[in-house]
């Protein structure tokens, strides 16, 4: 079975702070991807990756930037936290063959 | 780019009842629609997907079927029960090595004893 793991399930912090959200996959998944979640909107696409050390912008991409140094980790970071980035965030992974995509559990981040 | 429309935004039904829940997109491009099922406090699930080399698909009380013409696909689960209850997001996507899905806006399902 697939497992997509969120270091954090909640998280608050404060305006203005770096904030690093990490996201684990098992399955050598060649994509990963971050979502923002928010009420009437859906799932917006943030930023994804293909490969390591590769990212492509997704449709809401300002304010946040990624990180992936091995197959496995995909990190968001929000580089100057602000208080519309209070959202719950989903990290998903998929492989390039036509693999469907699986989420994790979600971190709901709040910023004060 | 693509662009994913979903109808209704909320949907009340009563236990037995079925339930259809409609997508539209815009890229005539896209050839795979997967649906995925939420539940309060937890993380979307893929329930059934299609791609675009068959107009139907069923799994047990839950099908989607797909017009490529109109470009719209749809969700149909028959004989609902309270654990249907959730939110449903519908998406599409061209599936190359990206497979970069956009998601319609959701339907909240009430199932109603």
């Known amino acids: 079975d697939v497992k997509v793991t969120q270091s954090s399930r909640y998280l608050v912090k404060r305006t203005g702070e770096k904030v690093f959200l990490e996201c684990v996959q098992d399955m050598d998944h060649e994509n990963m991807f971050w979502y923002r979640q928010d009420p009437g909107l859906g799932l917006r696409l943030i930023y994804f990756s293909y490969d390591v050390k590769m990212k492509e912008k997704g449709d809401i991409p300002e304010g946040y930037s990624v990180s992936r140094e091995k197959k496995e980790r995909f990190s968001l970071i929000l580089e100057s936290a602000s208080t519309n980035q209070t959202s719950m965030y989903l990290c998903a992974s998929g492989g390039k063959r036509g693999q469907p995509q699986h989420f994790g559990d979600g971190t709901r981040l709040s910023i004060l | ?113």
């Open chain 2, 1 to 113: 780019g693509e662009n994913v429309e979903q109808h209704p935004s909320t949907l009340s039904v009563q236990e037995g009842d079925s339930a259809v829940i409609k997508c539209t997109y815009s890229d005539s491009a896209s050839n795979y629609f997967p649906w995925y099922k939420q539940e309060l406090g937890k993380r979307p699930q893929l329930i059934i997907d299609i791609r675009s080399n068959v107009g139907e698909k069923k799994d047990q009380r839950i099908a989607v079927t797909l017009n490529k013409t109109a470009k719209h696909f749809s969700l149909h689960i028959t004989e609902t029960q309270p654990e249907d209850s959730a939110v449903y997001f519908c998406a599409a996507t061209l599936l190359t090595g990206f497979q970069k899905l956009v998601f319609g806006t959701g339907t909240r399902l009430l199932v109603s004893p």
